[in-house]
């Protein structure tokens, strides 16, 4: 047996059965190996243009110079933090987030994903407001762990596990009436995806965020803003909520804050928020949350991406990936549904789920990352490091091509 083979059975006996199948069944049967900037390779010596981006972790690429250095360094210093004497790190990436976010958003506690990031948000919220409910939207993704969950909008991964959380409230996203009708004085906060990422790709209508500020406004109701996926420069701002100028109580981060070098999670919030923690600073605690070497890459990769002018080279390169996707669209009605997004954050929805199945693949045996959105499995999505270039642009543009034509030349039918 080779390597990949291997690797496989090993994966499948002793992790995870089902994923192993599905693995093979769309072409990854083979062993990561090697990544540097866009690029994978797999223990077969295949090369790949990331296009699924680790889902929003790799927005500067793998293995970004500056992220790696910045963490040998660390490493070489102090991994861990003593969690007993000053952590210069951890005081750093706060200072950062400060400044870079927008609006009056202050003090940051660190953790080591996205979920926990909400998790701490949600909790926040409660014990700011005094208030227990929360509104979320339909078909949201906010991570796994019980708040998370309850908070995200798809049934499947969530009725196996009730009871969930109470307090929870479900609206359709972009529908401000539904808002305006859920929210009331019970309410601590509404929680939303400026845009959602694992829902298929949706951008609401540019009236949506700044009215749900509004109606938050109007009931002292907190807005946690979850730029997870949307933050540091995936949807062509900082910030997706920089789009429609607007400004939450509270921002959840996680995914590219880790420079795609280190796992961490944050959540940022003003000082008027902040204020409930003031006389409890140990209430909400986390071990492993702000390390030294977590921070240390957060704070390269903050600043890569604001110097590298990343957030604007996403807007201009998703344009030119939209245009493409459009086209493709329009060759093929019968099976593309639909391009849309924002910046680098894309989703070509397929007008049955069941293509994915035939057009996956084929882009895997291109040379290209394909993967579907978690709650939406009828949508590709297209998430590469905003370090791309025009030229792998392309190929991702060829490589795509060629697989809708081969689905429709097979006759692939739904
Ligand atoms: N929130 C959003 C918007 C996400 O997209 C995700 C993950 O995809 C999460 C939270 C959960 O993050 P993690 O998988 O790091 O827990």
Same mark, same amino acid.
């Given at each position: 047996m080779g390597i990949s083979e291997e690797t496989l059975e090993k994966f499948g006996r002793y992790h995870n059965p089902s994923l192993a199948r599905l693995l093979k069944f769309t072409g990854y049967a083979a062993v990561e190996e090697y990544a540097e900037g866009v690029r994978i390779t797999d223990s077969e010596g295949r090369t790949f243009i990331d296009c699924g981006g680790g889902y929003g972790v790799f927005s500067l690429g793998h293995r970004h110079p500056r992220v790696v250095q910045a963490v040998k360094d660390q490493l070489d210093r102090m991994p861990m933090s003593s969690k007993v004497l000053i952590n210069k790190q951890l005081a750093d990436l706060a200072e950062r987030l400060a400044q870079v976010t927008p609006g009056d958003l202050q003090y940051s506690f660190f953790c080591n994903s996205g979920t926990e990031a909400v998790e701490g948000a949600l909790k926040l919220a409660r014990l700011a407001t005094g208030r227990t409910r929360i509104v979320a939207a339909e078909n949201a993704f906010h991570g796994k762990t019980f708040g998370g969950m309850s908070a995200s909008g798809r049934d499947i991964y969530k009725e196996p596990f009730q009871p969930l959380v109470p307090g929870f409230d479900h609206v359709p996203f972009g529908d401000?009436?539904?808002?305006?009708?859920?929210?009331? !004085?019970?309410?601590?906060?509404?929680?939303?995806?400026?845009?959602?990422?694992?829902?298929?790709?949706?951008?609401?209508?540019? !009236?949506?965020?700044?009215?749900?500020?509004?109606?938050?406004?109007?009931?002292?109701?907190?807005?946690?803003? !979850?730029?997870?996926?949307?933050?540091?420069?995936?949807?062509?701002?900082?910030?997706?909520?920089?789009?429609? !100028?607007v400004v939450p109580d509270i921002m959840t981060m996680a995914k590219a804050l880790g420079g795609g070098v280190m796992p961490i999670g944050a959540f940022t919030a003003s000082a008027a928020v902040w204020k409930c923690l003031s006389t409890r600073p140990l209430i909400h605690t986390s071990t492993f949350g702000g390390n030294q070497l977590a921070c240390a890459a957060g704070i390269a990769a903050v600043d890569a991406i604001v110097e590298e002018r990343l957030p604007e080279r996403a807007a201009v390169l998703g344009e030119r990936m939209m245009a493409g996707l459009e086209e493709l669209r329009l060759r093929y009605p019968d099976i593309i549904k639909e391009v849309r997004g924002k910046g680098l954050l894309i989703g070509l929805e397929l007008t049955d789920p069941g293509y994915g199945g035939y057009i996956i693949p084929e882009m895997v045996k291109g040379g290209v990352t394909a993967v579907y959105t978690l709650n939406n499995p009828g949508v590709i999505r297209f998430e590469p490091p905003l370090v791309i270039t025009e030229e792998d642009i392309d190929t991702v543009l060829r490589v795509t091509g060629d697989a809708v034509a081969r689905a429709a030349g097979a006759g692939v039918n739904m």
């Open positions: 401000t009436a539904a808002m305006a009708a859920a929210v009331n !004085d019970d309410t601590a906060a509404v929680i939303l995806e400026p845009v959602q990422g694992e829902g298929g790709v949706v951008v609401p209508p540019d !009236d949506y965020l700044p009215a749900v500020r509004r109606i938050c406004d109007e009931h002292g109701v907190l807005l946690i803003l !979850d730029e997870v996926q949307t933050g540091l420069g995936r949807t062509g701002r900082l910030f997706a909520c920089e789009h429609w !100028d």
